[in-house]
């Protein structure tokens, strides 16, 4: 027996339609379709299907209400149990109160099978794509941005920075540093890219990983530095500011006792006999108290202020740029504007009195200056290398080194800004270093469009080598975190069809493998829904008996 899919028979239904509307009988319709009679009358008979629409109903049945019916379905489970990180009963509940449920099958069994299908097809389609954006690719030098996650498995995560496309996002028994080579070399094969830097936290093993097994410099994440310093100082300055603060409050106090000691004492009518007591000295001396307190109350504000101050100098100073003329910093004006965030810290630590745990902390961060120096180093000699394979003439080098590049390296930084002003300073600024370029007059203008782009394309890639963070690992664990809360275990399969680098686009409309790769792909979602099977119609429902009470007497 020839069994038809939902599609299959919709079409016939169709053509039958019209054939029986032009006068041919049921016999002969039949025949020409290949079923039997009995089958085709089963097929025009109307089916119930509660309260939707009859009009609904009827189209439900045609081919396009079947595809229709089909990519909804689909969409529903694609963006609320991959996108929307929820369950499969989600899905069933969104059935049940769209009124859909009447034209698919809206069981937990049902919906688990498609859920299954979908994820299988969906990682399928993204290997496809992978290997056919890899076909002809122009080699890329990479920088990779890598992390360990925990739910509770162990997951191996890296990136791209740049892009955003995740590279590699796998359980392993281990994070040692030959689990990551090995893992990394897997995920590389097949790409013609070359890992120059590895962007992660000071974990000992992916040190190794990165400086021994791959030989490439390591570019420290600045966060990490940033945080035990707020670790070290935060607290313990907050603390004495609230001491302060209550010193004050309690000297303040005293002060009015005695005020109003003197006041009570001068009430009195008549007054006691004798020497009155030192209302003066004791006033002095409360007002004294006040004062100091204050002053101390203020010191504690000071010191916490300025921690913070310093704090976010390490992360302004961090530039192999300045951020205020858009000029190159070599390594030792950041040496300099480091060594004197310690300076003033380690001063802070000593007027603090601040715990051995809290210098510890703060000699920590400062181990990792030399690394921080290293990465400028590494910057401006693989930017030097780069241009000078470009062989330009000594003015556009210069052109190229000294403007363009500082320009894209500053509107990157201004992106990431999270306040509106120094985002419309550091545009401003990148702005006047573009302006002499974009003149007719200036050499630039001079060359072919394609070679403008190709020069505007390296020193994008030159701006992009910079990195000092690992925050995107970081957003994906904690995207990864979300799933893994509503489900408590992520299967390989799972999590292989979470890593979507081929359908979530920024702003500017395009996915992380568009950006990683150069070149547009075919929709991730329209190509996984041609290997989708068709949902399956609802099961006839059985009406089941009333249950008897228990306490039912029994026939005598």
Not at 442 to 453: D, G, Y
Request: include cysteine; hydrophobic fraction near 45%.
């Amino acid at each position: 027996m020839i069994r038809r899919s939902r599609l299959e028979r919709a079409e016939q239904l169709g053509a039958a339609s019209v054939r029986l509307a032009a006068g041919q009988t049921q016999r002969q319709v039949a025949a020409e379709l290949g079923v039997a009679r009995s089958t085709l009358q089963d097929w025009r008979k109307p089916e119930a299907v509660g309260a939707a629409p009859a009009v609904l109903a009827a189209w439900m049945e045609t081919p396009e209400g079947v595809r229709w019916l089909h990519q909804l379905v689909l969409a529903a489970h694609f963006s609320i149990t991959l996108q929307g990180a929820a369950g499969i009963r989600v899905v069933c509940q969104f059935l049940e109160l769209s009124g859909l449920s009447a034209f698919v099958g809206a069981s937990y069994g049902t919906q688990q099978g498609l859920n299954a299908a979908l994820e299988e097809a969906l990682v399928a389609v993204a290997e496809e794509q992978r290997a056919a954006l890899a076909r002809g690719m122009p080699h890329r030098d990479l920088t990779v941005c890598e992390d360990e996650t925990f739910h509770p498995q162990m997951g191996l995560v890296a990136l791209e920075p740049v892009s955003g496309f995740l590279l590699l996002e796998q359980y392993a028994a281990d994070r040692q540093a030959a689990t990551w080579t090995q893992a990394l070399q897997e995920a590389l094969v097949g790409l013609d890219v070359a890992v120059i830097q590895g962007t992660s936290d000071e974990a000992g093993a992916l040190h190794r990983h990165v400086e021994v097994d791959l030989g490439v410099h390591h570019s420290p994440d600045l966060f990490p530095g940033q945080h035990e310093v707020s670790k070290a100082t935060s607290l313990s300055l907050a603390r004495q500011v609230r001491q302060a603060a209550a010193t004050v409050v309690a000297a303040q106090q005293a002060w009015a006792v005695e005020r109003a000691a003197q006041q009570a004492y001068e009430n009195q009518s008549p007054r006691p006999r004798g020497r009155p007591p030192a209302f003066a000295a004791r006033i002095h001396a409360a007002v004294s108290e006040v004062v100091q307190a204050e002053i101390a109350h203020t010191q504690a504000q000071a010191r916490q202020c300025e921690a913070r101050e310093l704090v976010r100098e390490m992360g302004i100073g961090y530039h192999p740029y300045d951020l205020e003329r858009g000029q190159a910093q070599p390594v030792e004006p950041v040496a300099q504007r480091l060594n004197d965030v310690w300076t003033q810290l380690g001063r802070i630590a000593a007027a603090a009195e601040l715990p051995t745990r809290a210098r510890e902390r703060l000699a920590k961060a400062q181990r990792l200056t030399t690394q921080l120096l290293a990465t400028i180093t590494f910057f401006f000699a693989t930017l030097q290398v780069q241009v000078e394979a470009l062989a330009l003439p000594p003015n556009l080098e210069r052109a190229l080194v000294e403007q363009l590049i500082p320009a894209l390296y500053l509107e990157r930084v201004a992106a990431r800004s999270t306040h509106a002003e120094p985002r419309h300073r550091l545009r401003a600024l990148s702005h006047q270093l573009l302006e002499p370029l974009r003149h007719g007059d200036h050499p630039l203008q001079a060359l072919p469009s394609a070679e403008r782009a190709r020069l505007e394309h390296v020193a994008g890639e030159c701006a992009d080598r910079f990195q000092r963070s690992s925050s995107g690992v970081e957003g994906r664990n904690g995207q990864l975190a979300l799933h893994h809360q509503g489900r408590h275990r992520l299967s390989d399969r799972k999590l292989a069809a979470l890593t979507d680098n081929y359908h979530i686009r920024r702003a500017d409309g395009t996915t992380a493998a568009e950006r990683f790769f150069g070149r547009a792909h075919e929709t991730l979602f329209t190509q996984a829904l041609q290997r989708m099977p068709l949902p399956p119609r609802p099961a006839r429902r059985r009406l089941r008996p009333p249950k008897p009470p228990y306490l039912m007497p029994l026939a005598a």
